[in-house]
């Protein structure tokens, strides 16, 4: 399930590559970072590439109203304690905007799940 129509960005970025980017950063003097890995993927995009990598039917992503983001957001801190209600509410903000950082590294996100896959076999 995707809140909204799914066309909001990002572009992951794997641990090595944020770690190469960051001492990159810490050597050139740069004080802040923007970040992502290589590839840009719409929400959307993101969920197809998840779900064909599991071979299973990228037509399946259901597409929730954005209504209800704004909904749980606004009552998990009258329902859950705060190490739950910080973090999630964090996660359904971020799912309401483009985050995408400069596009660094050389580890694609594709090549990732297929190994998973691969080592569930």
Not at 62 to 86: C, E, H, M, N, Q
Request: net charge negative; hydrophobic share 40%.
């Amino acid at each position: 399930w995707l809140f909204g129509d799914g066309q909001f960005r990002l572009n992951p970025i794997h641990g090595e590559d944020l770690a190469k980017a960051t001492a990159d950063a810490i050597d050139a003097n740069i004080p802040t970072l923007s970040v992502g890995g290589p590839d840009v993927f719409t929400h959307t995009e993101l969920g197809e590439l998840a779900l064909t990598s599991l071979k299973k039917d990228p037509k399946s992503i259901s597409y929730l109203w954005d209504g209800i983001r704004k909904f749980i957001a606004s009552i998990l801190p009258w329902v859950t304690p705060i190490t739950v209600y910080g973090p999630a509410q964090f996660f359904l903000q971020a799912f309401a905007m483009d985050m995408v950082g400069e596009c660094k590294g050389t580890h694609h996100l594709k090549d990732y799940w297929v190994e998973v896959v691969k080592e569930q076999r």
